[in-house]
């Protein structure tokens, strides 16, 4: 089972930030946070993944708070095209081929 | 960018036969992976795949199915006798190499319709 919370649905209006949250209380101190988004049942696609610090790319901004229990996936401009289901995944390190744990995600809404 | 390929896209087949979904991992990976994904439901993992043979499987992956690299390029997925619950979207992904910091980079599916 996933070992991430997140709330089912959010709404967001075109250009401004989303800041999605995700809960994983019980993360280890080898396990990545990953972020993966699914756009209408095509592939997921990955966005961004961090150990225990910030990290930004062109996609999306990741804040991980200091004790590594929530973080929160930002999408800096929202547009129409960034409407999808995102899943917050941890994902243990130093283990070969591991495979990625998808929970139900929160279906983001951006709305013109 | 180089992406992950699938074939077919749309896949509809009776049940009790066989089918081969085949997927065309990015090039230089060398860990690729099988998950599927039943309408309205979770994205859920199959299979592991690396030098050759399975590195993990799931409870789903029984002895119906079976997966193969069979050149330098392809990888597949068989399901030996369908069943109606295989209905589902099946992705294919790869990774560079095993390490957690590696993304999975995902093809964009087969939708398998067993009737």
């Known amino acids: 089972d996933a070992k991430t919370t997140q709330p089912p649905s959010m709404d967001c209006a075109e250009g401004r930030a989303a800041n999605l949250p995700c809960n994983h209380s019980t993360i280890s101190g080898n396990e990545y946070v990953y972020w993966y988004r699914q756009i209408h049942s095509q592939g997921p696609q990955y966005i961004i993944h961090?150990?225990?610090n910030n990290e930004t790319n062109e996609m999306a901004s990741l804040i991980i708070t200091e004790d590594r229990k929530s973080s929160t996936l930002i999408l800096p401009h929202a547009t129409l095209r960034d409407t999808a289901v995102y899943y917050c995944?941890?994902?243990?390190?130093?283990?070969?081929?591991?495979?990625?744990?998808f929970g139900k995600g929160t279906r983001l809404s951006v709305i013109a | 960018e180089p992406e992950v390929t699938q074939t077919p896209s749309h896949q509809v087949t009776q049940m009790g036969q066989e089918v081969i979904l085949r997927c065309v991992p990015i090039s230089n990976h060398l860990y690729f992976y099988w998950y599927r994904q039943i309408l309205g439901q979770k994205v859920e993992f199959l299979v592991s795949?690396?030098?050759?043979?399975?590195?993990?499987k799931s409870e789903i992956f029984d002895d119906q199915f079976s997966v193969e690299r069979p050149d330098g390029s392809n990888f597949t997925l068989k399901i030996r006798s369908t069943k109606l619950e295989d209905s589902a979207m099946y992705f294919c992904?790869?990774?560079?190499?095993?390490?957690?910091?590696?993304?999975?980079?995902f093809g964009p599916g087969t939708r398998l319709t067993v009737l």
């Open positions: 992904a790869s990774s560079e190499s095993g390490a957690s910091y590696n993304e999975q980079f």
């Open positions: 961090g150990l225990k």
């Open positions: 795949f690396y030098n050759n043979e399975i590195s993990e």
């Open positions: 995944i941890v994902r243990v390190t130093g283990k070969g081929n591991t495979p990625l744990v």
